[in-house]
């Protein structure tokens, strides 16, 4: 009997991209770029294809069949691209409406009837996370994560090392699985042969999620986070998550300063979502 696999992938795409729009003079956009910078959707910033094009190719090589983007009920001009314009031919996209930006488990909420039961990954729209360790999750079907290690998201990606500092450590037990996302690097480090791996938000999801999505506090910044959520769900309910570990970047476009070089990693890149 062939073991399940996960086909479904959903992608956080709701943020107000604060940092996206603060004024940077030193990161020179072109007219069309700034203009989608300005409006904060992150995701649309053209990098020679719209940025979000990358991501959905790269579900859709690691073998997702079906993609929905949580959007902002602002939002009709990603939805027209995807639905009218440019609709991808290898991955089915369709779409669940976040009311208000509270937060990433509240994000992951609003795509509870698109789950409809199935396991699903979860994703930022904001990151390019190599398709070799999204391979990794669409063949398992329990929950799971990608720990990424913060050397090689300094070296080998675009993620300065200030940055990558504000991203959890991953302190795993002795079977190799989730403990904590922690900010003691040392305690992270010795649970996982002495490298530092963090949480890019690339997550293997069930519908167990949603409960303690739902039941987690909000945070300081008034939100419901999907990394407490997690927590939560692991110290209240009982859940094991699998620990994947990868030494592969993670392209990362969070402000203006990142266009260019994120545009630069993909260049050779023939997105075909």
Same mark, same amino acid.
């Given at each position: 009997?062939?073991?399940?696999?996960?086909?479904?992938?959903?992608?956080?795409?709701?943020?107000?991209?604060?940092?996206?729009?603060?004024?940077? %003079?030193?990161?020179?956009?072109?007219?069309?770029?700034?203009?989608?910078?300005?409006?904060?959707?992150?995701?649309?910033?053209?990098?020679?294809?719209?940025?979000?094009?990358?991501?959905?190719?790269?579900?859709?090589?690691?073998?997702?069949?079906?993609? *929905?983007?949580?959007?902002?009920?602002?939002?009709?001009?990603?939805?027209?691209?995807?639905?009218?314009?440019? !609709?991808?031919?290898?991955?089915?996209?369709?779409?669940? /409406?976040?009311?208000?930006?509270?937060?990433?488990?509240?994000?992951?909420?609003?795509?509870?009837?698109?789950?409809?039961?199935?396991?699903?990954? /979860?994703?930022? %729209?904001?990151?390019?996370?190599?398709?070799?360790?999204?391979?990794?999750?669409?063949?398992?079907?329990?929950?799971?994560?990608?720990?990424?290690?913060?050397?090689?998201?300094?070296?080998?990606?675009?993620?300065?090392?200030?940055?990558?500092?504000?991203?959890?450590?991953?302190?795993?037990?002795?079977?190799?699985?989730?403990?904590?996302?922690?900010?003691?690097?040392?305690?992270?480090?010795?649970?996982?042969?002495? !490298?530092?791996? *963090?949480?890019?938000? *690339?997550?293997?999801?069930?519908?167990?999620? @949603?409960?303690? *999505?739902?039941?987690?506090?909000?945070?300081?910044?008034?939100?419901?986070?999907?990394?407490?959520?997690?927590?939560?769900?692991?110290?209240?309910?009982?859940?094991? @998550?699998?620990? /994947?570990?990868?030494?592969?970047?993670?392209?990362?476009?969070? %402000?203006?300063?990142?266009?260019?070089?994120?545009?630069?990693?993909?260049?050779?890149?023939?997105?075909?979502?």
């Amino acid at each position: 009997m062939q073991a399940q696999t996960t086909t479904k992938a959903v992608i956080l795409a709701r943020g107000l991209g604060t940092r996206m729009r603060a004024p940077d %003079s030193a990161a020179a956009l072109d007219t069309a770029a700034a203009a989608v910078a300005d409006s904060g959707v992150k995701a649309m910033i053209p990098v020679g294809r719209p940025f979000l094009d990358y991501v959905l190719s790269a579900l859709a090589d690691a073998g997702f069949t079906d993609a *929905c983007l949580v959007i902002g009920p602002e939002h009709g001009a990603v939805r027209k691209h995807y639905e009218i314009d440019a !609709r991808p031919a290898r991955i089915r996209v369709r779409f669940a /409406v976040q009311r208000q930006p509270l937060g990433t488990a509240d994000a992951v909420l609003a795509a509870e009837e698109f789950a409809a039961g199935d396991p699903f990954v /979860v994703l930022n %729209s904001d990151n390019y996370y190599p398709a070799a360790a999204l391979a990794e999750l669409h063949r398992r079907s329990e929950l799971a994560m990608v720990a990424f290690a913060r050397d090689a998201l300094i070296e080998r990606g675009n993620v300065p090392r200030e940055r990558v500092a504000r991203f959890g450590a991953i302190e795993v037990d002795a079977a190799g699985m989730l403990r904590s996302m922690t900010s003691d690097e040392a305690r992270a480090a010795a649970s996982t042969g002495g !490298r530092v791996y *963090c949480s890019m938000n *690339c997550w293997l999801l069930t519908s167990a999620i @949603f409960a303690a *999505c739902r039941d987690v506090p909000l945070s300081r910044r008034g939100e419901k986070e999907l990394t407490q959520a997690v927590q939560h769900a692991i110290d209240a309910l009982g859940a094991r @998550f699998e620990v /994947v570990f990868s030494r592969d970047p993670v392209l990362d476009l969070s %402000s203006r300063a990142d266009v260019a070089r994120v545009a630069k990693f993909l260049r050779e890149v023939d997105p075909r979502p």
